[in-house]
Nanobody
């Protein structure tokens, strides 16, 4: 069983930056970030494998950077140039495969989520 705890969300103005953290009891092969905006489906935004391969959704490429600290079992998501459309609940997830478009697949665990609200 993998436990995941996110932190780092908040309310920011457009153009600002945030760094999300996900503390994991352990890493699986693929660790990723998903988000869900009100009235929309949950979407993958970024994923990283334990050998360092990364994948991003087209909508966030160039603004989001996923990274991990293997010694601390902590996953990060650096978000720059925030836009109002980035407003969503952001979830950390642990999976077994990394697909294109930033989606970890065969998910084994989810965190509780951390909210990002971007005002224009």
């Amino acid at each position: 069983q993998v436990q995941l705890v996110e932190s780092g969300g908040g309310s920011v103005q457009a153009g600002g930056s945030l760094r999300l953290s996900c503390s994991a009891s352990r890493f699986t092969y693929c660790m990723g970030w998903f988000r869900q905006a009100p009235g929309k489906e949950r979407e993958g935004v970024a994923g990283i494998t334990n050998d360092g391969a990364t994948s991003y959704a087209d909508s966030v490429k160039g603004r989001f950077t996923i990274s991990q600290d293997n010694a601390e079992n902590t996953l990060y998501l650096q978000i720059d140039t925030l836009k109002p459309e980035d407003t969503a609940m952001y979830y950390c997830a642990a999976g077994l495969f990394l697909n294109t478009g930033g989606r970890c697949a065969n998910l084994r665990a989810w965190g509780q989520g951390t909210q990002i609200t971007v005002s224009s």
